[in-house]
């Protein structure tokens, strides 16, 4: 009994913050609930980043539909990148059943079934909002990443997008910046004009560049690059006080790595550039959750992780915390892995050698408690428990909880396609960036150059040559020769005159 007493005094010491906050469950002791003792997180310190990490079958899922939702409730927009695609149904209200009474009576709290306010948005063509961005937009640097091009490479990819700036030829798409890559390098003029005023550059290294575009496009970057753009802004939507749920559809994500690099890099540039500096505000302005965190980082280039790295650094500062959901805390990298405050960890399974390392490993990193032994507990959590060490308003580590999460109040399943198309056809940013637009850009103004070119160039034949095309009169000489006599006086000529070469040799002809 004193140890319950003492374990509600110290939890509630930690997890009761008196400013705004969100509460995920309720504090568990020797496998019983304890309702005396919520477990709620700060808004001041969701921008400091998390992880939600277990086994397969364990809740992470739904944890992640929990947290979304206390989020909307607060009125704080997030990005969920819906890998699976089973997070759609937070469009539609849940429906009560014995297991949720059941877990809703443990905890002593209302379940209140709604819906929450979606935006589906996708990049590879389903139903959604269109996300665009066009190649100016990229930079050399940044496309230069993607496309896993070498330094000198880059150095080109530099030279080119200058040039395109100097002769105003807008880099819009794809099309555009293979179109100029063509002309600087099969063109005479294009050609002349880069080499006269830029520096020469080898054939073989454009060559690379437009088979490295070629390789993206293959995965559908085609679709991605153009216009219009998408505005990071349309991200901070709230609608009658929730925050809006952006549900950003990638389930073909492992046949299209790169394709998905390109869209991460992009966005977490474009909001770090966009958004201005929030300092402490006290609660984040968006929050980006991505789902099957590893299947990133296993696909992921060098690139993406170090950019990610990087902004997981400095984005909290605009008010933008990122949590990665995967299987184990070891599927991110360990400078990933240090910057994220808060924690939640479903049970692991150690089935094997490598197994149990994983999970020495995860428990060293949690702070120590007397509760619990955390090494036996963490193989034995139930489906909807977790651990769970977050930051306390001050920045300080909270103790490790043993925690009874609550259930999702949406739908724990995905839309129908007729409920897709309601809500998609519903949408006003669905019809703002649906229709592609096709203004006036490098493409189409270097095809009018080679074609003016190619008119005002045409050889004509030197005066007096003769050509295929034309034919001379014939002159008198070649009028006589022609004629019946003139072919009669030839043939005696020829042949009076094969006679007298036969006599001088001493022969004679026959008659």
Same mark, same amino acid.
């Given at each position: 009994? $004193?140890?319950?007493?003492?374990?509600?005094?110290?939890?509630? *010491?930690?997890?009761?913050? #008196?400013?705004?906050?969100?509460?995920?469950?309720?504090?568990?002791?020797?496998?019983?609930?304890?309702?005396?003792?919520?477990?709620?997180?700060?808004?001041?310190?969701?921008?400091?980043?998390?992880?939600?990490?277990?086994?397969?079958?364990?809740?992470?899922?739904?944890?992640?539909?929990?947290?979304?939702?206390?989020?909307?409730?607060?009125?704080?927009?997030?990005?969920? !990148?819906?890998?699976?695609?089973?997070?759609?149904?937070?469009?539609?209200?849940? +429906?009560?059943?014995?297991?949720?009474?059941?877990?809703?009576?443990?905890?002593?709290?209302?379940?209140?079934?709604?819906?929450?306010?979606?935006?589906?948005?996708?990049?590879?063509? &389903? #139903?959604?909002?269109?996300?665009?961005?066009?190649?100016?937009?990229?930079?050399?640097?940044?496309?230069?990443?993607?496309?896993?091009?070498?330094? +000198?490479?880059?150095?080109?990819?530099?030279?080119?997008?200058?040039?395109?700036?100097?002769?105003?030829?807008?880099?819009?798409?794809?099309?555009?910046?293979?179109?100029?890559?063509? @002309?600087?390098?099969?063109?005479?003029?294009?050609?002349?004009? =880069?080499?006269?005023?830029?520096?020469?550059?080898?054939?073989?290294?454009?060559?690379?560049?437009?088979?490295?575009?070629?390789?993206?496009?293959?995965?559908?970057?085609?679709?991605?690059?153009?216009?219009? *753009?998408?505005?990071?802004?349309?991200?901070?939507?709230?609608?009658?006080?929730?925050?809006?749920?952006?549900?950003?559809?990638?389930?073909?994500?492992?046949?299209?790595?790169?394709?998905?690099?390109?869209? !991460?890099?992009?966005?977490?540039?474009?909001?770090? %550039?966009?958004?201005?500096?929030?300092?402490?505000?006290?609660?984040?302005?968006?929050?980006?959750?991505?789902?099957? &965190?590893?299947?990133?980082?296993?696909?992921?280039?060098?690139?993406?992780?170090?950019?990610?790295?990087? !902004?997981?650094?400095?984005?909290?500062?605009?008010?933008?915390?990122?949590?990665?959901?995967?299987?184990?805390?070891?599927?991110?990298?360990?400078?990933?892995?240090?910057?994220?405050?808060?924690?939640?960890?479903?049970?692991?399974?150690?089935?094997?050698?490598?197994?149990?390392?994983?999970?020495? /490993?995860?428990?060293?990193? @949690?702070?120590?408690?007397?509760?619990?032994?955390?090494?036996?507990?963490?193989?034995?959590?139930?489906?909807?428990? &977790?651990?769970?060490?977050?930051?306390?308003?001050?920045?300080?580590?909270?103790?490790?909880?043993?925690?009874?999460?609550?259930?999702?109040?949406?739908? %724990?399943?995905?839309?129908?396609?007729?409920?897709?198309?309601?809500?998609?056809?519903?949408? $006003?940013?669905?019809?703002?960036?649906?229709?592609?637009?096709?203004?006036?850009?490098?493409?189409?103004?270097?095809? #009018?150059?080679?074609?003016?070119?190619?008119?005002?160039?045409?050889?004509?034949?030197? $005066?007096?040559?003769?050509?295929?095309?034309?034919?001379?009169?014939?002159?008198?000489?070649?009028?006589? %020769?022609? *004629?019946?006599?003139? /072919?009669?006086?030839?043939?005696? =000529?020829?042949?009076?005159? &094969?006679?007298?070469? !036969?006599? %001088?040799?001493?022969?004679?002809?026959?008659?």
């Amino acid at each position: 009994m $004193a140890d319950k007493i003492k374990f509600i005094t110290d939890l509630n *010491s930690k997890y009761n913050p #008196k400013g705004e906050h969100i509460i995920l469950g309720k504090g568990m002791l020797d496998g019983e609930v304890v309702p005396e003792v919520n477990v709620s997180i700060p808004l001041k310190t969701v921008n400091r980043h998390g992880l939600i990490a277990g086994a397969t079958g364990t809740g992470k899922t739904k944890t992640l539909q929990v947290f979304v939702e206390q989020l909307s409730h607060a009125g704080i927009p997030t990005l969920v !990148m819906d890998i699976k695609g089973d997070l759609s149904g937070i469009a539609e209200a849940g +429906t009560e059943n014995d297991i949720i009474k059941e877990r809703y009576a443990k905890t002593q709290l209302p379940y209140s079934p709604q819906s929450f306010p979606v935006e589906l948005m996708t990049i590879s063509g &389903a #139903k959604g909002v269109k996300l665009r961005a066009t190649v100016l937009e990229f930079g050399p640097i940044l496309l230069s990443k993607i496309l896993g091009l070498n330094d +000198t490479q880059q150095s080109i990819m530099s030279i080119v997008f200058k040039y395109c700036d100097d002769k105003v030829l807008p880099l819009v798409d794809l099309q555009d910046l293979k179109k100029v890559l063509q @002309y600087v390098t099969d063109n005479p003029i294009g050609k002349k004009d =880069l080499a006269d005023n830029y520096g020469s550059i080898a054939p073989a290294s454009l060559g690379a560049i437009l088979r490295s575009i070629v390789a993206m496009e293959q995965e559908g970057a085609a679709a991605f690059f153009g216009e219009p *753009s998408f505005e990071v802004n349309d991200l901070l939507q709230t609608r009658d006080g929730k925050g809006v749920v952006n549900i950003f559809r990638v389930d073909d994500i492992q046949n299209k790595p790169n394709l998905f690099s390109t869209f !991460m890099l992009s966005l977490f540039a474009e909001i770090y %550039m966009t958004f201005p500096e929030e300092g402490d505000s006290g609660r984040p302005k968006l929050v980006l959750f991505i789902d099957e &965190a590893h299947l990133i980082f296993n696909e992921a280039s060098k690139t993406l992780l170090s950019q990610i790295e990087t !902004m997981v650094k400095l984005i909290r500062s605009k008010g933008i915390g990122i949590y990665f959901i995967t299987q184990i805390p070891g599927d991110v990298p360990e400078n990933i892995l240090s910057q994220l405050g808060l924690k939640i960890q479903h049970a692991l399974r150690g089935f094997t050698a490598k197994d149990r390392k994983e999970i020495d /490993k995860a428990v060293e990193n @949690y702070p120590t408690t007397e509760f619990y032994k955390a090494s036996e507990l963490i193989q034995n959590l139930g489906i909807g428990e &977790a651990f769970v060490t977050a930051l306390d308003e001050k920045g300080i580590p909270t103790p490790l909880v043993q925690t009874y999460l609550i259930s999702p109040e949406s739908r %724990m399943d995905v839309l129908t396609a007729s409920e897709i198309d309601q809500l998609t056809s519903s949408s $006003a940013l669905v019809r703002k960036y649906e229709q592609t637009i096709d203004r006036e850009s490098a493409y189409e103004i270097l095809n #009018k150059r080679i074609q003016d070119y190619t008119q005002t160039n045409i050889p004509t034949p030197p $005066a007096g040559r003769r050509t295929s095309q034309t034919k001379e009169q014939p002159g008198m000489l070649e009028q006589v %020769m022609e *004629s019946r006599a003139g /072919k009669t006086f030839m043939t005696t =000529l020829a042949r009076e005159g &094969a006679k007298f070469v !036969m006599g %001088m040799f001493g022969l004679k002809t026959r008659r």
